[in-house]
């Protein structure tokens, strides 16, 4: 048997027409086991069961997945009650439980059971990973509390948490927000990936994989409904082009849902969702040593989102000090408006200027993989396009304040792998390969002040010139971030003995970055007739607003990654692993309108991170039971800072580094499988990040206490030692699967989770007004299998039960309101699935 093919070389093999899949690594004295495919193409395992138990927070089915999403047989010896858990975490196929790497992969399987098809709702599986959002674009993604902080996304600054689809980069958030389509697994690597991942996973890794197109027919296909108007038809097919040559599949997705929320200005319900997904594949297998697998997508997603509800409001400082023009205030100005309650989940807005979420997405990709005999050759070559169409009311409000304030943005990418791996058994598993990556993303902004915004913003200035320096002002940004990227690694384990291992791996990457950025004001009133001091006020007013601004950077950067790790095995199903490892996260770009003395170029970041972990089976492996200690150190942590120019609703938005962070925590993992019915699943997570040197951190709104001496407050703060915004110091999950037999043509089953998050920060302030509170949520499925292999498949389901209302983020201003983005309410519905 060969041991640690990559990537879809390690799987497929063309043996006289017939498609099949090489085993997994067997335990220590196991029969490796070749299973021919199924009639979907898939490869059967006996025992099959629906929920396997959960090594690393595992939860799959027991046909597991390689990076090219084909199923890979279990050779477990009989009569173990779960599968392998198949993963390729370290660029190679291996078994969950034997490799060094805290990690966790949700099976297809268990995302059809929870009806997951959103990266966002995967959090829910894994504890340590936090997704929230703004909006697609602006939205957050950390592991172990880093990755990327609370505030909006920079376009020159990337993501500490890297996003694979397919073994391919995603550059931006914004393209993982899509609908997920024919998924196979979702594996979350925690901890610094840099060796092997590479760019900018200096928290992290998520990768997710689809399923292979199979050498004989087969569909499946499946229909919800659900309150809301909820709507979601997904379906797939799969067979051969020519027989034992070629194979297609074609998979495809569409949810359509009404909104959260109703919009008593424009009468329609708001923050719905539209998303459709397309994607096909076409597998070639020339010859028993080459395969060739295509892939082509393409997304579409509408949303009337988002806007933020008002929560609460205050009217003073801590040491008692009124706040000045407060958004009470600014309301009683206008006594022919009246806005609604303050009573968020009421779920109602007024907000009057068009706002939307929509975005685009296109992707073209290859994968050669070519087993020269002795080593395995894998070659990926992707171009991605990604469009993101904003609008945003930011005044919140039915007024005309702020009638524009978003950036368009328009992404493109090139990106190109070559890997060189060893196969066969040997004393040293080695691989090397080399990486290129090319992005650019061009922003368009448009920030535009209707008629009211004179009396809200500047109530004190005479109004006739007030009115003339903002009604109708519109300025326009633009900006382009370049990035060119090129690395060089390697990776080796050298089995020392039969139960001992050790691991290192390098990586050496080179950087080119540049750009510019301009923002000019194309719509102002005239100023004729004002006196000069008038003139003088209205550009002055104009300058804080949409501030004429224009310069370009260009730097570059050499970092190293690497990582050692030594693996020990005093049993069959028990391994003990130390490790230390090193991430490096490429300088940023801040191509935004700048403070005065805020550099343009943002300084790498480097991470230091060490951990231990034993993963361990027992009973036969019907416990599963995995732990991880772990402390994370960051030098010159990139984040992003988000500045409100005082008394109005104007952002400036930059990034900056923060001398020193510092991430710790545990994670403990456990599956237990009673009876051949019956799984239960739990997982926690500890995580205490906090900022270890910040001399200059942002005093909360509340505290900038203005007195006579300082007239604006305080705007900085010691923020060593406080908790990073964005990051619960709790997470859990616990799930439970039961099926039963009824006769001999159906099958009865019972899912349920419940996932648990603690208070969290979402301003980066650490405002108290800005603290999330803890929540937890339930969800449920009920239903029935009939015909044979579960042909037909019919549920009735319910996410957030028990309907709890909760903050996904809150927001301060300061002027005295605080605003929130709701978590979604209770939902319920039916499924029908049907396969071929």
């Known amino acids: 048997m060969k041991r640690g093919f990559p990537a879809t070389m390690a799987l497929v093999h063309r043996h006289r027409g017939a498609l099949l899949a090489a085993a997994a690594l067997p335990p220590s004295g196991a029969a490796a086991q070749v299973v021919p495919a199924s009639s979907d193409g898939t490869v059967l395992v006996a025992p099959t069961v629906h929920l396997a138990p959960a090594g690393d927070t595992v939860v799959a089915p027991a046909a597991q997945p390689s990076a090219a999403g084909v199923p890979v047989a279990n050779s477990a010896p009989s009569p173990a009650p779960a599968s392998d858990i198949v993963v390729t975490a370290r660029r190679r196929t291996e078994r969950a439980q034997d490799v060094p790497i805290a990690l966790s992969v949700v099976g ?47 376009d020159g600054l990337e993501n500490g948490v890297g996003v694979y689809i397919d073994n391919v980069y995603y550059g931006r958030v914004g393209q993982s927000q899509f609908d997920l389509v024919d998924l196979a697994s979702v594996e979350v690597l925690r901890g610094p990936q840099g060796t092997l991942f590479g760019k900018n996973t200096t928290a992290g890794a998520i990768n997710i994989t689809s399923r292979l197109p ?39 997705a569409y949810t359509s849902r009404d909104g959260f929320l109703y919009d008593t200005t424009t009468r329609r319900r708001v923050h719905d969702y539209e998303n459709a997904t397309v994607r096909g594949q076409l597998l070639i297998t020339p010859a028993s040593t080459l395969t060739i697998r295509l892939i082509g997508d393409w997304g579409q997603q509408d949303q009337a989102c988002c806007i933020n509800l008002p929560v609460r409001t205050f009217a003073t400082y801590d040491n008692g000090a009124a706040i000045a023009n407060t958004f009470v205030q600014r309301l009683a100005r206008f006594p022919n408006y009246t806005p609604p309650p303050i009573d968020p989940f009421a779920r109602t807005t007024d907000a009057n200027s068009p706002f939307q979420a929509n975005m685009d997405t296109w992707g073209v990709s290859g994968q050669i993989d070519y087993d020269l005999g002795g080593a395995a050759l894998t070659a990926i070559t992707a171009v991605r396009h990604w469009d993101w169409f904003p609008r945003n009311d930011s005044d919140l409000t039915a007024l005309s304040i702020n009638t524009q304030n978003h950036i368009l943005n328009f992404q493109r990418q090139v990106s190109q792998e070559v890997r060189l791996a060893s196969t066969g058994t040997r004393s040293v598993d080695w691989l090397i390969g080399a990486y290129y990556f090319r992005q650019v993303v061009r922003g368009y902004s448009r920030a535009e002040f209707g008629s009211d915004a004179a009396l809200a913003l500047y109530p004190s200035d005479n109004q006739t010139v ?20 090129g690395a060089l690694f390697g990776q080796g384990t050298w089995h020392i003995a039969p139960t001992l291992s050790l691991t290192a791996g390098l990586r050496y990457t080179h950087e080119d970055k540049w750009g510019s950025y301009a923002n000019d004001r194309l719509v102002a009133q005239p100023t004729t007739g004002l006196t000069a001091a008038q003139i003088a006020r209205v550009a002055a007013i104009r300058n804080a607003l949409a501030p004429i601004q224009a310069f370009s950077v260009d730097t570059d950067d050499d970092s190293v990654s690497g990582l050692a790790t030594l693996g020990w095995k005093p049993g069959d199903d028990i391994l003990v692993y130390a490790t230390y490892s090193r991430g490096a996260k490429s300088q940023g770009l801040n191509l935004t309108n700048l ?12 991470v230091d991170n060490y951990e231990t972990g034993l993963k361990s089976q027992f009973l036969n492996r019907r416990v599963t039971l995995n732990l991880a200690a772990y402390q994370t150190n960051v030098r010159d942590y990139q984040t992003t800072i988000v500045q409100q120019v005082i008394g109005t609703n104007t952002y400036i938005n930059y990034i900056a580094n923060i001398p020193k962070v510092r991430s710790r925590g545990f994670e403990g993992d456990l599956a237990v499988h009673p009876a051949d019915w019956l799984s239960l699943t739990g997982s926690i997570a500890y995580t205490d990040a906090t900022y270890r040197d910040y001399p200059n951190g942002p005093t909360p709104v509340e505290a900038l206490n203005p007195t006579a001496a300082s007239p ?38 019972l899912h349920g989770d419940w996932s648990y998050r603690s208070s969290y920060y979402t301003v980066a302030s650490n405002s108290r007004y800005g603290l999330v509170p803890g929540y937890g949520l339930v969800n449920a499925r009920a239903g029935i299998r009939l015909g ?25 201003l300061n002027y005295g309101l605080v605003t929130a983005i709701l978590g979604d309410p209770g939902t319920y519905g039916a499924t029908l699935k049907v396969r071929f």
Not at 225 to 251: C, K
Not at 788 to 808: I, M
């Open 788 to 812: 044979e292999g579960g042909r037909y498949d019919l549920s009735v389901w319910a996410r957030n039960l028990f309907d709890k209302d909760y903050f996904q983020t809150l927001n301060v």
């Open 214 to 252: 199979g050498f004989q027919w087969h569909a499946d296909g499946q229909v919800d409904v659900g309150n809301y108007d909820y709507r979601q038809v997904r379906g797939s097919l799969t067979g051969p082009l020519v027989d034992g040559l070629a194979a297609f599949r074609l998979s495809a």
């Open 595 to 606: 403070p005065v003395g805020v550099d343009p170029v943002v300084r790498p970041e480097s």
């Open 108 to 154: 297809a399987e268990q995302l059809g059971l929870r009806g997951d098809y959103r990266l966002d709702q995967v959090q829910q599986l894994v504890p340590s990973l936090q997704v929230f959002s703004f909006n697609p674009r602006n939205t957050n993604i950390n592991i172990r509390g880093l990755g990327s902080n609370v505030a909006l996304t920079n």
């Open 712 to 749: 604006g407050g305080t705007p900085l703060r010691d923020f060593s030692g406080q908790r990073l915004a964005g990051v619960p110091k709790w997470a859990a999950s616990v799930g439970g699967d039961a099926t039963r037999a009824i006769g001999n043509a159906a099958e009865a089953y």
């Open 466 to 485: 007030a009115g003339i320096a903002t009604n109708g002002l519109l300025s326009a940004g633009r900006s382009d971030p370049h990035t060119k990227s």
